[in-house]
């Protein structure tokens, strides 16, 4: 039996797997909010139970740096370490940040599950490129060395935010001065990002919005949400404005990781904000951004662009973690 775990700011999703002919094939899981709890530990003991199983190794994909088995999360006020977590499961303990967890478990996703928005083809292995936008923002490196994949994780998401035209300039000018100082890509690709632009938009009044639909907005209990599904449904022009834009810097994004770390074989783009967004993503302006590279346009022409539909990669990747420390 192995326990993986991805943990999240929004959500801790829990599994128990089991190796079946020579497979790991999950047994239960559970999906709680994070915030609703102190301590990891109260999660884990909650989905372990009195009657624990025994456990051959656990692994868990978090959202923060992972440095010397330790996790201080990003948004989150946990604190998780390799050595208590083992002593209190009486097994090995893998700590991997979220993205690294996530690229780890897209290996093992069949092809059905990844949908292209480049005219692009995989071709040989080579380096991929993970990025995934959720309630933050995670970027992974998958470099080839001429047998198999290994993953290297990055915080390449608390990077600068760097605005491609006046609009985006202007965002950038607004954004540092609510927060007084350093933007991070972070704070526009991402689901608090989200309500970040379309807030812009409204306090620099750039697009016409009706009173009934701010007060919707504001007033929800996930007004990122709220204003993804108005522009989905074609309901209102700021936020499908708002949406359209987010999409633009996401594909932006998503091409400077692939220059940075030449990702020929491709990019990955993962997270739990994309798969909802498919419809927007499709309509070209992630793919906009992400060619926008003036000399280098050829050359990202070339890298395949794939949108991860499993949500569950990063448990996947946790599990696959987990089974090679027995």
Same mark, same amino acid.
């Given at each position: 039996?192995?326990?993986?775990?991805?943990?999240?700011?929004?959500?801790?999703?829990?599994?128990?797997?089991?190796?079946?002919?020579?497979?790991?094939?999950?047994?239960?899981?559970?999906?709680?909010?994070?915030?609703?709890?102190?301590?990891?530990?109260?999660?884990?003991?909650?989905?372990?139970?009195?009657?624990?199983?025994?456990?051959?190794?656990?692994?868990?994909?978090?959202?923060?740096?992972?440095?010397?088995?330790?996790?201080?999360?990003?948004? #989150?006020?946990?604190? *998780? =370490?390799? +050595? !208590? @977590? &083992?002593?209190?499961?009486?097994? /090995?303990?893998? #700590?991997?940040?979220? *993205? =690294?967890? +996530? !690229? @780890? &478990?897209?290996?093992?996703?069949? /092809?059905?599950?990844?949908?292209?928005?480049?005219?692009?083809?995989?071709?040989?292995?080579?380096?991929?490129?993970?990025?995934?936008?959720?309630?933050?923002?995670?970027?992974?490196?998958?470099?080839?060395?001429?047998?198999?994949?290994?993953?290297?994780?990055?915080?390449?998401?608390?990077?600068?935010?760097?605005?491609?035209?006046?609009?985006?300039?202007?965002?950038?000018?607004?954004?540092?001065?609510?927060?007084?100082?350093?933007?991070?890509?972070?704070?526009?690709?991402?689901?608090?990002?989200?309500?970040?632009?379309?807030?812009?938009?409204?306090?620099?009044?750039?697009?016409?919005?009706?009173?009934?639909?701010?007060?919707?907005?504001?007033?929800?209990?996930?007004?990122?949400?709220?204003?993804?599904?108005?522009?989905?449904?074609?309901?209102?022009?700021?936020?499908?404005?708002?949406?359209?834009?987010?999409?633009?810097?996401?594909?932006?994004?998503?091409?400077?990781?692939?220059?940075?770390?030449?990702?020929?074989?491709?990019?990955?783009?993962?997270?739990?904000?994309?798969?909802?967004?498919?419809?927007?993503?499709?309509?070209?302006?992630?793919?906009?951004?992400?060619?926008?590279?003036?000399?280098?346009?050829?050359?990202?022409?070339?890298?395949?662009?794939?949108?991860?539909?499993?949500?569950?990669?990063?448990?996947?990747?946790?599990?696959?973690?987990?089974?090679?420390?027995?």
């Amino acid at each position: 039996m192995f326990l993986a775990g991805d943990i999240g700011g929004t959500k801790t999703v829990l599994a128990l797997y089991i190796l079946r002919g020579g497979e790991l094939v999950r047994e239960r899981e559970v999906s709680v909010p994070s915030r609703d709890h102190a301590a990891f530990e109260d999660i884990l003991d909650a989905f372990l139970g009195l009657d624990r199983p025994s456990l051959r190794a656990a692994a868990f994909g978090v959202a923060g740096p992972v440095v010397d088995g330790r996790c201080q999360t990003t948004n #989150l006020p946990w604190v *998780l =370490e390799e +050595a !208590a @977590l &083992g002593a209190r499961l009486g097994c /090995p303990v893998r #700590l991997l940040n979220d *993205l =690294e967890a +996530a !690229a @780890l &478990g897209m290996l093992y996703l069949a /092809p059905e599950q990844r949908l292209p928005l480049s005219t692009a083809r995989r071709g040989r292995d080579g380096m991929t490129a993970v990025i995934a936008a959720g309630t933050g923002l995670g970027e992974a490196l998958l470099f080839w060395d001429g047998v198999r994949y290994h993953v290297q994780p990055t915080e390449g998401g608390h990077c600068d935010f760097a605005p491609n035209n006046a609009e985006e300039d202007a965002l950038l000018v607004w954004l540092r001065e609510k927060l007084g100082g350093h933007v991070s890509i972070e704070r526009v690709l991402s689901g608090p990002g989200l309500f970040n632009i379309w807030s812009f938009l409204h306090d620099t009044r750039r697009v016409p919005m009706e009173d009934v639909t701010v007060q919707t907005i504001t007033a929800a209990v996930d007004p990122s949400a709220a204003i993804a599904r108005l522009a989905l449904d074609g309901a209102d022009a700021a936020c499908i404005h708002a949406l359209t834009l987010f999409c633009r810097i996401y594909g932006a994004e998503a091409g400077n990781l692939a220059l940075k770390s030449l990702a020929r074989g491709g990019v990955l783009v993962g997270g739990g904000i994309a798969p909802k967004i498919l419809p927007f993503l499709k309509q070209g302006a992630f793919m906009e951004g992400f060619l926008d590279k003036g000399r280098f346009r050829d050359l990202l022409a070339s890298i395949p662009v794939e949108v991860v539909l499993e949500p569950r990669a990063p448990l996947i990747g946790a599990a696959h973690a987990a089974r090679s420390l027995a």
